[in-house]
């Protein structure tokens, strides 16, 4: 009987840590949504280059693609409602003040989906921007965010 308990503790212990790095075992994305997934950071990626260029910054990019309908995705392009981000960010460092906030406050972007339009900034510079695949004012609202948070 205690090789039972051994074991079931062996398999409690290797569910928990599989669940505590993040390995999704029933919901895997298939092969298409991880190219499309890749496909879609990279875009955003270079769409972050002319933010670069134009702020003097080093931004990372990158989904958080779990709020997101995999069938949307497909059908839509989330880099667009994304670079809303991008241009606001634009839009902020279009002064020497806003540059010098700007580059230093903000070192990443993670973009995401979400019922309500939503941005924060948190202590590690990552500004986290969630939005609807619907029309809306995201770059108005992310461009007023940073404006009173940087």
Wanted: proline share 2%; aromatic share 6%; with cysteine.
């Amino acid at each position: 009987m205690p090789r039972l308990r051994i074991r079931g503790l062996k398999w409690s212990a290797l569910a928990l840590a599989l669940c505590c790095l993040g390995v999704r075992i029933a919901a895997a994305e298939s092969l298409e949504d991880r190219r499309m997934h890749a496909s879609r950071e990279a875009e955003l990626g270079h769409a972050a280059e002319l933010t670069d260029r134009a702020c003097g910054t080093h931004l990372k990019t990158g989904f958080d693609w779990s709020g997101f309908d995999s069938a949307q995705t497909a059908s839509q392009n989330v880099v667009s409602w994304c670079t809303a981000a991008l241009a606001a960010m634009e839009d902020i460092c279009s002064d020497s003040l806003g540059k010098e906030a700007l580059s230093a406050k903000v070192k990443t972007l993670t973009c995401g989906g979400a019922s309500t339009p939503s941005v924060t900034l948190d202590g590690e510079g990552t500004v986290k921007f969630f939005f609807s695949l619907t029309p809306n004012q995201n770059k108005l609202l992310v461009r007023d965010y940073l404006n009173k948070n940087l």
